[in-house]
């Protein structure tokens, strides 16, 4: 009786310790499935994190190209107003030399040679117009003199019997209002 109590107790004793060992694979598979599924969830995460990057560097790299494109743009607009700039500063500044030929004609063509006068002489001469080509009265005078005072008064002359000269209207007469010129006959 002993023997079968001993016995029992045995088989008792080792069924629960196969029940231990059944419970502690149990945990180990839970351990395992546990670890397995964080290694997942790492790996979701890596994965959606690298998306995130890449999705940032494909955004900065647009944003990037978009900053060029338009500093290009700014840069070819500002060289295309600079162009046009420099164009219409040439276009004014024939429009200028045309108006100063013609005043210089019209002196010329007024412009008396006083007896005596050398056929090299030339002066400088500051007029003062007002809008229409009217010289202000007392607006002439001679900068830099030919050295002959008779060669000097009839260019001042020819100057007053000239107005009004020919001068262009709005913006570009603020250059003629005092305009000056260098006669030389022989030009």
Known sequence: KRRAVEEARKQEEAKRRAEQER?????AKRKAAEQARQREEAKRKAEEE??????????A????????AEA?????AAREAELQAALAAEEEARELDNYVAAIKRRIQDNWLRPPGSGRRLSCTLQVRLIPGGD????????VKSSGNPGFDRSVETAV??????????GGLFEHFRNLTLVFDPTN
């Open 160 to 169: 007053y019997k000239s107005a009004p000269l020919p001068v262009p209207s």
């Open 135 to 142: 010289v202000v009265p007392g607006g002439v005078r001679i």
């Open 72 to 76: 290009d743009a700014k840069a070819r």
């Open 23 to 27: 419970l502690r694979a149990e945990e």
């Open 50 to 59: 690298r998306r995130k990057a890449e999705a940032a560097r494909k955004q």
């Open 61 to 68: 790299a647009e944003a990037e190209a978009r900053r060029k």
